[in-house]
């Protein structure tokens, strides 16, 4: 089974800041790569897929990007809107979630 | 509008059963593979199991193989997922979702259902 390590776990950030999450896989899975943000008691929202297409309707502050073993999520100003908990999720072999990483205010 | 409506979470007993049924309307459903992922308390994102459009293809995560059996009901656009066995660490809410792309189970899901809340305590 592929294994997704999500780094980091948690940060604390301000409004304004760019913020960068990682996802590494344990075996290339080409671009096969979405991400998604998740607040309390709500379900996931899908933010990108293809590990770089934004899904219709998300700001354009946030952005991916990586191929293979190696992906990256962008949100290049974090607005108060962005407080939350973010997931990658592989889907090149069955489906594996990163173990997310939790985006609190500083 | 395309929705998933999750229903028949509760309190259950270690060993019980339970079954829920996530309800598909906006969308043509026999045309979509289905999942059901789970979310432990403050816990990540865990995928459980996924049933081709036909039923002909199912797939189930290690921890819940031989315990959970999920189905589809393509004329009541309704997918199902028979929970036997329960144990304490199958305490989650379990949301189901729809891949984006029609005829594969292997692409990510978009949109979600609201989730329905299982817990597993004597």
């Known amino acids: 089974a592929i294994r997704i390590t999500q780094s980091p776990s948690s940060l604390s950030a301000s409004t304004g800041d760019r913020v960068t999450i990682t996802c590494r896989a344990s075996?290339?899975?080409?671009?096969?790569l979405a991400w998604y943000q998740q607040k309390p008691g709500k379900a996931p929202k899908l933010l990108i897929y293809a590990a770089s297409t934004l899904q219709s309707g998300v700001p354009s502050r946030f952005s991916g990007s990586g191929s293979g073993t190696d992906f990256t999520l962008t949100i290049s100003c974090l607005q108060s809107e962005d407080f939350a908990t973010y997931y990658c999720?592989?889907?090149?072999?069955?489906?594996?979630f990163g173990g997310g990483t939790k985006v609190e205010i500083k | 509008e395309v929705q998933l409506v999750e229903s028949g979470g509760g309190l259950v007993k270690p060993g019980g059963s339970l079954r829920l049924s996530c309800a598909a309307s906006?969308?043509?459903?026999?045309?979509?593979?289905m999942n059901w992922v789970r979310q432990a308390p403050g816990k990540g994102l865990e995928w459980v199991s996924s049933i081709s459009s036909s039923s002909s293809y199912i797939y189930y995560a290690d921890s819940v193989k031989g315990r959970f059996t999920i189905s589809r009901d393509n004329a009541k656009n309704s997918l199902y997922l028979q929970m036997n066995s329960l144990r304490a660490e199958d305490t989650a809410v379990y949301y189901c979702?729809?891949?984006?792309?029609?005829?594969?189970?292997?692409?990510?899901?978009?949109?979600w259902g609201q989730g329905t809340l299982v817990t597993v305590s004597s």
């Open positions: 075996q290339g899975i080409s671009s096969y």
């Open positions: 999720q592989q889907y090149y072999s069955y489906l594996t």
């Open positions: 979702a729809r891949p984006a792309q029609a005829g594969t189970h292997e692409s990510w899901f978009d949109p």
């Open positions: 906006g969308f043509t459903f026999s045309s979509y593979s």
